[in-house]
Every structure is written in structure tokens, then in C-alpha cells.
């Protein structure tokens, strides 16, 4: 399998997954080890570390380099991490200077990216996004996430920060999100704000599959029995995800008016929902666009699941390679 080869990590609160990624190829090999976020940022970097060592002894040819996926904000240098959530005494790390100290040259180069945004990067290159030139990315899991990829490249705006579509608002006056923005679309179809919703309005429908699958009360339902109720076809739980559809809809008609970008990939946990969720999306996508910009609009889910955020943080190597040859050449 031709090289280069590098090192993609897709770090997240519970686990951290790594690959050993093949420009030409993808994927070579994968492995995950538990974050361990409780015991602080340096054990978290110790086990970033581990990972990249194993990957570089197992790959034919020295990695060039070490990209990493992370939640919290990414510096527009690509190389610091600030106060990711769930990561307890995490301030400010320079990923490039903890991974130096740890593997020396073995690292190579190391670029760090919002996860959302390797993702994206992951797709356009390996999965669902690559027949795109341009497309939207929408991650529906524990929060919504959200990248904007424009010429097969991340759109990052002015500090690195753009595609934020989890923090739009669909009401001014609707529930508060976990980021203080109300009605933001995060705080209906985010995992924790939609297993509420779901509990809502199923607790009455005594024939809902959902109250033998949940704890007493409703308490403790989760998207992933949403879907298997719905699989069984437990209206309750179709009428639940065409209601997240709905909301996912809307706020996608105004990213789709704002950047005149009408392809839209669906990924994270949610999206297994697949079409309980994304046939109601497409319905109601069109009714908050303007007639002009309607034509050619499509949501698709992104098939190749968790491997797209190791995917894209490797590909984050490659676009750093090809930028270097670009200067070298100029």
C-alpha cells in the first residue's frame, strides 16, 4: 500500500481512536485505548502517545506526521487546544510541543482540528462527502456538531471556528442549550435533550416498545432504542425521530440560504436513525429555503461511521504536505 503514511486520532471523552492512515489506501490499521480523562491531561497525552507508537512500529514506512481530532476550541495555528469539555484540569496545550516531548521525531508533524471539522475533512476524502466539492457536515451525538468543507477543504473562518451549527437557533424563545444559546438546534436533538423529549411524549403511549426497553418511569432511554423501537415499527418512537428530523431540517434550510452549499452528510451516533430521521429532514429541509436555492439540495448519511474522524485527522497530514510543496514551488 503506497505512503505517505500517517497517524489519525480522533480523540473523545470516553475513548481515543487512532489509525494508521495510507494517502492512497485509507485505512491500514486501527486501534483505541480509554481516554481516562479523570485523571488529568497528562495521562490523556501518555495515552495519545502509546497509540501513535504502536500505529508508527506497525506501518511500512515512517509516519510524516500526527493529526488529531478534538472537541474544544482549536487555536487558527492548528496546534493548541483549549479547555475541551468533559476533560477535567485541561487549560491550554500545545499538542505539537506534549507529543514532542513523549515520541521525539517519531511524531513528525502534528496538526490539531476540531473533531466535527476531521470529520468532515475524513468524509470528503474517504467517505460519503468525497463526491462533493463542497457539502455541509452535521454530527448528531452526545451534542450536534457541525463543519462546513468548501473545494474539499475545511471552511474555518476568521479564528478557526466556522460551521458551528449545533449553536444556531431555530426559536430565540426555545430551551437553553448547553452553550447558553436559546433554542439553539443542540438543545432539541442533542442526545441528552432528545432522550428528555422522547420520555415526554412517550410516558402516556403504554403500547410504545420504549417501556419495556427503558427503566421504570422512561428514565434512562436512549436515541439508540428510539431507532430499534422504530425498527420494530413502534409509531411512538417513528413520530419521536420524524420530530428531531423536523428540527434538523429547519435549521439546515438557513445554513443551506446563508452558504449557498446545498449537499448535506450526516454522521455521528444519531444518524444510525438513518431514514426515521433524515427522510423527515428532507421533507421540511426545502420549506425554510429560499425558492432559488432549492434545487439540488440532498442530506445523506455518512456510511463509514467513527472512522471518518481518524480519516480526517490523518488527511489534515497530507493537506499540511501538499501545502509545503505548494510554497516550495512558488
Partial sequence: MAGPFAVGIDLGGTNIKAALVSRTGGLVVDCSADTEAHFGPERILDNIARLVQDLARRSPEPVVGVGIGSPGTIDLARTTVLAPPNFPGWEKIHMGDALASRLGPLAGVVIVENDANAAA?????????????????????TG????????RRIFRGASGGAGEIGHMTIDYEGPMARSGVAGAIEAYIGQRFLSRHARYRLMNRGDSAIHRMANYDLHGITPKMLHEAAVEGDEGAIEVLAWAGHKLGVVLGSAVNLLDIRKVIVGGGLSAAGDYILDSARRSIVRYVTPGLQEGIEILRETRGNEVGMLGAAHLVFEWLDDRKGQAAT
Fill in 144 to 151: 450536534v456538531g457541525g463543519a462546513i468543507i468548501y473545494g
Fill in 121 to 141: 475533512l475524513g468524509s470528503a476524502h474517504y467517505g460519503a462527502g468525497s463526491a462533493f466539492e463542497s457539502f455541509i457536515m452535521v454530527t448528531l451525538g
